[in-house]
């Protein structure tokens, strides 16, 4: 069981940065390939961001690839999304999740993904 508490969203003007946290809980945090997600108003969730276990490789969603950097701390068990550059179309609810470490990266389907957090709202003004 992996419990996940995401901060550090809020209000930023567009061309802002914002780093959000996802904190977790459990035995097996380390063994857990982490993702971030987001869901805008009336849109379907989509894929952010995702890294390995070890931290050793990372996934982007092209939406946001090259202005969002996803990083770990095994030893603090928290991920990071540093977001720079924010549009208004960034504005969203952003969530945490985790899978097993034998589960790809490279698959974004939420479904793939066992455990979640309840999400941090993101909103950038123009």
């Known amino acids: 069981q992996v419990q996940l508490v995401e901060s550090g969203g809020g209000l930023v003007q567009a061309g802002g940065s914002l780093r959000l946290s996802c904190a977790a809980s459990?035995?097996?945090?380390?063994?857990?390939?982490m993702g971030w997600f987001r869901q805008a108003p009336r849109k379907e969730r989509e894929f952010v961001a995702a890294i390995t276990w070890s931290g050793g490789n990372v996934y982007y969603a092209d939406s946001v690839k090259g202005r969002v950097s996803i990083s770990r701390d095994n030893v603090k068990d928290t991920v990071l999304l540093q977001m720079n550059s924010l549009k208004p179309e960034d504005t969203a609810v952003y969530y945490c999740a985790a899978k097993p470490r034998t589960t790809s990266i490279y698959n974004t389907a939420g479904a793939s993904y066992d455990y979640w957090g309840q999400g941090t709202q993101v909103t950038v003004s123009s």
């Open positions: 459990g035995s097996t945090f380390s063994e857990q390939n």
